[in-house]
């Protein structure tokens, strides 16, 4: 008995157990954070002060040198210091980006101005960038400096260079300057390339940018906007008139270029029936977003970075992700077999805007099944009328009412049940504005009864 009992009364019971574990657990998951946490911010600490004595390092040797030799290899302001290296230190690699520029101080007068400056290369300003790291990963981070060289003595008017400004903006966002975009400048007649960031109003200023006609290639790139945006010499060097072209830069002047730069947006194209199942596998042509250019010879049509004949999967879907805004042109691409496009949710053309995500469906009907679809115009062209009532109904009981959509179109049966008969119909279209129409018109068994009616004004 005595031994019984004591072997009741000893260990733990499954719950006891189940709460220690718990206990346990929490314990050794918030252990292992703080050790994860503290460690990961050791190594960042490690990393930037070894960062911040390579740009010390690296501005003193810029310190000590001659004030023409202050500048960056193949820029505007140009000198003896890399723009780009890449240093191993301390078991790590350290990525070194220099940027040097003249400054147009607004103090005495700016180029252009009033009053307006001559000499406008007041001083320059460096700015030593270090980092480690893969950009966008944990592990990235990142230090600079910045230091103003000012030259001795009187300032001079130089010859043979301007000012080069590059303004870029959203045309989808009332105009507004895009900040903190990549701009990669080149010209390869000068042996001349500088990447800068915009500033907080969109914009670079190259001061000291050297004479040249059509010649400065811009490159323009930035996170969730559209793919690289390239300007491109003019006809005839490209076969098409581009809209961005080369910058120029005329000696002693303020030279301005704009370029427009939206965020994405997201198409999805569904391909599918009146009552919504997918119809798979049906080509299209979609043409629009940024106009690059137009073409060179007359009727000068618009040439856009998107055109192109695609299909839809077997899901009867297509997805266009982070593509440009714009207008875009929508077409079945030639006879669909067995299938009659019947209209679309919206309308085409289609008006994509930064940001947004649109789903576009494309209705088709089979041929060889008992349906009508009407069609409703106005005015001389005979253009499509949207929200017009459309009433079917036949003397069987059968009466169905629904108003066109975009496209001017109405198709009927509206549901599946009870199934759609052939016979003699009649249909009775009201739109404000217009007479009504009232007519007769015959349904045939396994066919798309198809009638287009052109109202007349009241």
């Not at 002047?253 to 997918?278: E, H, M, P, R, S």
Request: net charge negative; glycine share 8%.
């Amino acid at each position: 008995m005595k031994n019984s009992k004591f072997w009741k009364n000893s260990g733990f019971t499954l719950i006891e157990a189940l709460v220690l574990l718990f206990i346990f657990s929490l314990i050794t998951t918030t252990f292992y954070q703080v050790t994860s946490v503290g460690t990961r911010y050791i190594i960042f600490s490690k990393n930037r002060l070894g960062a911040t004595a390579l740009a010390n390092e690296k501005m003193e040797i810029a310190r000590n040198l001659k004030y023409d030799d202050v500048g960056i290899q193949g820029g505007a302001c140009a000198g003896n210091i890399p723009q780009d290296e890449d240093i191993f230190e301390n078991g790590k690699t350290y990525h070194v980006h220099t940027l040097a520029a003249y400054v147009d101080d607004s103090f005495d007068g700016t180029l252009g101005g009033h009053p307006s400056d001559t000499a406008y290369k007041d001083y320059k300003l460096l700015k030593i960038t270090v980092s480690w790291g893969s950009e966008g990963s944990a592990d990235y981070g990142s230090v600079f400096l910045l230091s103003r060289f000012v030259p001795a003595g009187l300032e001079t008017a130089t010859s043979g260079d301007g000012i080069l400004s590059i303004n870029i903006f959203s045309d989808q966002d009332d105009g507004a300057g895009v900040s903190g975009a990549t701009v990669k400048v080149e010209n390869s007649d000068l042996d001349f390339s500088e990447t800068r960031q915009t500033d907080d109003t969109g914009n670079v200023m190259i001061v000291g940018a050297k004479e040249s006609i059509q010649r400065y290639k811009i490159t323009v790139s930035k996170s969730d906007y559209e793919e690289d945006i390239e300007t491109m010499p003019p006809y005839p060097d490209t076969d098409y008139n581009p809209v961005d072209t080369h910058a120029s830069v005329v000696a002693g002047a303020l030279n301005v270029t704009n370029i427009a730069f939206n965020k994405t947006a997201d198409l999805k194209i569904k391909t599918q029936d009146y009552f919504g199942t997918a119809i798979p596998n049906i080509n299209f042509t979609l043409k629009g977003g940024r106009i690059k250019g137009t073409s060179a010879d007359s009727p000068f049509a618009s040439i856009y970075n998107l055109d192109k004949i695609d299909q839809t999967n077997s899901s009867g879907e297509k997805n266009y992700d982070s593509i440009s805004p714009g207008g875009y042109d929508f077409e079945v691409a030639g006879s669909v077999s067995g299938y009659k496009l019947i209209g679309t949710d919206p309308a085409p053309p289609l008006s994509l805007s930064s940001e947004q995500e649109l789903n576009f469906k494309v209705v088709l009907a089979p041929e060889n099944k008992t349906s009508a679809l009407i069609k409703v115009t106005t005015g001389e062209n005979a253009d499509p009328s949207s929200g017009a009532v459309v009433e079917l109904s036949n003397g069987s009981g059968y009466s169905e009412s629904t108003t066109t959509d975009g496209n001017g179109s109405a198709f009927f049966p509206k549901t599946a049940e009870p199934e759609f008969q052939a016979g003699t119909y009649n249909l009775k279209i009201t739109v404000d504005g217009y007479r009504e129409i009232s007519k007769e018109i015959n349904i045939e068994e396994d066919k798309l009864k198809t009638e287009t009616v052109l109202m007349e004004v009241s």
